[in-house]
């Protein structure tokens, strides 16, 4: 097996660790987070002003790559990486998701998905190892196997229908890119089975059976309660092996990120951030607050105090809230910054007390203040 996951602490009270992941451009820290770049582009900012935070992976999307630029565009560049200017390391996934959310203009079959595409509606049809392949153009550093999403409410015959098609997918996806070379992107496998939890044991065994480099967790953060993500999370992580990296996809908000760190979740990712930026909110230690507020107008001080971002070392409140009232772009390309700045303290700051073995103690402490409990 291509092992890529190097522990190197556990927090002593928890499952909570510290680890290094070795990717094709470089190494990645872990726990963290990763920011989303869809398109090939974190909205708003510049990627060397994302590098310059820290973060040396985001993400990129097949199913957007795949339909614009094109295949043929991101070949002719040589991928992702060349066509973006981004030096370091890209996870994609497998667009999974996004043609779930495409439910009147898709049809899953046990041979891959036939889709309509929501730009211009042209017919296409994936296979996994299709999708593979399409992230061999993009030079993905981490590709995703092709699965079947599921919303939360559907019946256990629906839910154990996906999972098996996902079963099939990913060890069709695991052989094909195990033919593969002169590649070095290394593919996750991802556990379903919904909220049912045999499924959820029989998926998390199933993945973790095939040598995949890493596993994800999907099909959770999609509606449920906190309560019940979290239920489900425990009891998922129970069954994937520890000797690889574990990603939970699409979590962004501090009370779940630590929630998946106290299982043992290596990485996570979330469009939070930089959505919730455009939209005027930034990330506090007392919680998120909105700029667009009337209370910000005459405020000189910082967005966050001890904040090392352009908007916390250049601007006041009373400035970015203007941006936000006018319209500017700047409003939200400040914002943004400030997010995933934060989002890149507070995950040092989770290293740190992994590191110190208090990670339960700064997790209740962290929490308590952010959301005013």
Known sequence: MDRIFTKTHQDKNSLARC?????????VVTPTFMPVGTNGTV?????????????????????HLYLRPGIEVLKQYGGLHNFSNWKHNILTDSGGFQIFSLSQLRK????????????????????????????????????????????PDITYRKAREA?????????????????????????FGIVQGNFFKDLRKESAL????????????????????????????????EYIPTDRPRYVMGIGSPDYILDAVANGIDLFDC???????????????????????????FDTGPLSEGCTCTACTKYSRGYVRHMFKAGEMLGGMLATEHNLTYLYHLMEKTRQAILEDRFLEFKRSYLARYYGK
Request: charged share 20%; proline share 3%.
């Open 19 to 27: 680890g290094i992941v070795s990717l094709p451009h470089g190494d």
């Open 43 to 63: 909205k708003g900012m510049y990627h060397d002003a994302v590098a310059d935070i820290g973060y040396n992976l985001i993400l990129g999307n097949t199913y």
């Open 271 to 297: 469009v939070l951030a930089t959505r919730s930026a455009r939209n005027g909110s930034v990330f506090t230690d007392d919680g998120m607050i909105q700029m667009k507020k009337a209370v910000h107008e």
């Open 163 to 187: 999972w098996e098609i996902t079963r099939s997918w990913a060890k069709r996806s695991y052989d094909h890119w195990n033919s593969l070379e002169g590649f070095e992107g290394k593919l």
């Open 108 to 151: 899953i079959k046990e041979d891959g998905v036939v889709f309509q595409s929501h730009i211009d509606g042209s017919k296409h049809h994936l296979t996994p190892e299709k999708v593979v392949d399409i992230q061999q153009v993009i030079g993905s550093d981490i590709l995703m196997c092709l699965d079947v999403c599921t919303a």
């Open 206 to 237: 199933a993945i973790a059976e095939i040598d995949f480099p890493g596993i994800a967790i999907g099909g959770l953060s999609v509606g449920e309660t906190p309560e019940v993500f979290s239920e489900f999370l425990a009891y998922t992580t």
